[in-house]
């Protein structure tokens, strides 16, 4: 019967009894019967794309599988089209690389890469399943508010709020006496909106769906105030903007007032195509005061003001609902991007009001 390589057992082979030799091959057959086997999730970020080389190849110097040169350029170029396809699909794509310890008598690792794309709202859901609420914060925004008051008889403004979540805006104004219209494309989010408007009687309607999606449509000049916070943070391109502020345009009626939030870049800071991806992953999309105005340039739209989310609230809720929730803070100020603790990072959160025409 022959053992696990396969040697002729001979009678007419030497004997061996030198301790090093044994030795070795004891290491050998031991090392045989050692498993290396995981996965690395790596954020589909294309521009990090030499530094997740450098660490995957790391990784494989430890486990004592080093990748031979011409394996590194194979793995380079796949990272590459992983990467971009990825996060062509979204900007939270994961990227799972799995490996596994080649089986005798090859040697290396075996490795496989797969692209994980959560959509927005499967996100939001492991949120509604593993956070406590509230999850956006138990008071309506401060700058909302402040609007609202300045109208006269609630129940004669009708109000829309985009990217309505769970309702932390909508209930508040409805409570109010407003009609308020809510759209939300994350279906548990939706759920729970309509439940509780339908505990309280409250002048709500809820529209599932994507606010840039040509097929959710609201009644045109309807409405005399519209409300996107912490909405085009998730979005992609300039492009997205300028379609949501047109929609808006078509949603309002003449005179009355848009209220968005943005991160907007600060001291003239140009952000690189890195930074962009990072900002994207983050939830933070970020553009500058000059993309912002080519955005709304043609648009029959007046800004009226622009002021920091972050200091305006802290400084307008009621005493203890600030923070709206513990990571506001950081994300508002930027530092979900750059992490910076003893400085101020070249981004902030602002809010833009703007009087349609």
Known sequence: MGNDNKIDNSENLPLVNKPDVLQQAILYKINTRIVARGEVVFPCIPGMVDHYLNWIDQLFHTLGKPLPGEKQTELRGLLVNKLADGFRISS??????????????????????????????????????????PLFGSYPDAKLIEIANKFGDPRTVRILDVGAGTGRNTLPLARRGHPVDAIELTPAFVEQLKVAAAAENLPIEVTLGDVLDPLVRMRPA?????????????????????????????????????????????????????????????????FTPQELAAAMEGLPLVQISNELVFEYEREHLPSGAWPPTPWFPSWA????????????????????????L
């Open 92 to 133: 939270t794509s994961m990227l799972v690389l799995q490996y596994e310890s080649a089986k005798p008598p090859q040697t290396g690792l075996a490795c496989k890469l797969l692209i994980a794309s959560p959509s927005l709202g499967e996100q939001y859901k492991t949120w509604v399943e593993t956070r406590e609420p």
């Open 222 to 286: 309807n409405y005399q105030i519209a409300i996107a916070a912490e909405l085009i943070s998730h979005f992609r391109e300039a492009d997205q903007v300028r379609l949501l502020l047109a929609k808006m345009c078509d949603f309002l009626c003449s005179g009355g007032l848009l209220l968005f939030s943005t991160f907007l870049t600060a001291d003239g800071y140009e952000p690189d195509n890195l930074v962009r991806e990072v900002a994207k992953m983050s939830w933070s999309t970020l």
């Open 333 to 356: 100020t930027g530092r979900d991007v750059f992490p910076i603790a003893n400085a101020r990072p070249p981004m902030e959160l602002r809010w833009i009001l703007c009087r349609r």
